[in-house]
C-alpha cells in the first residue's frame, strides 16, 4: 500500500498564522474611490492627485494577493482620479486657448 502524505501547509510571507490564511491586509481602495470622484465633481486635483497616490498603493497591496476583494475597487479609483486630472488639465488648455485668442484679437484691432 502506497503510503498517503500528509496535507501541506502553505505559509503565507508576512503571516505568521496558517489558518489566517483567506484573510486579507485592508486597503485605501474605498477612500481612493471617494476622493477621485470628489475630484470630478467639485474639488479637481486637490483630491485626485491624493486619490491617484491612495489608489496605486491599495492595487499594488491587491495585486499580491490573488482575490483579494479590492482589487476592482483601487483599480476603479485609479481611472476616476486619472479622469479628473485629466479633466482639469483640459479646463486649463481651454483657458489659455481663450486667452490667447483674445490677445490676437485685441493686437489686431489695435487695442493694445
Known amino acids: ?3 498517503e502524505a500528509a496535507p501541506e501547509v ?3 510571507q508576512g503571516m505568521s498564522n496558517p489558518a489566517g ?11 481612493a474611490l471617494v476622493l477621485g470622484i470628489l475630484g470630478i465633481v ?6 485626485a492627485v491624493p486619490g491617484l497616490i491612495l489608489a496605486s498603493s491599495s ?24 479622469i479628473a486630472i485629466g479633466l ?7 483657458y489659455v486657448v481663450f486667452f490667447v485668442i483674445f490677445i490676437g484679437i485685441g493686437a489686431s484691432s489695435g487695442e493694445f
Open 88 to 94: 482639469f488639465i483640459a479646463g486649463i488648455l481651454i
Open 59 to 82: 492595487l499594488a497591496t491587491a495585486q499580491q494577493y490573488p482575490g483579494h476583494p479590492d482589487e476592482g475597487m483601487a483599480k476603479a479609483a485609479k481611472i476616476v482620479s486619472w
Open 21 to 31: 490564511i483567506g484573510q486579507y491586509p485592508t486597503t485605501n481602495a474605498t477612500v
Open 10 to 12: 502553505l505559509y503565507v
Open 1 to 3: 500500500m502506497a503510503q
Open 42 to 47: 467639485m474639488c479637481s486635483v486637490c483630491t
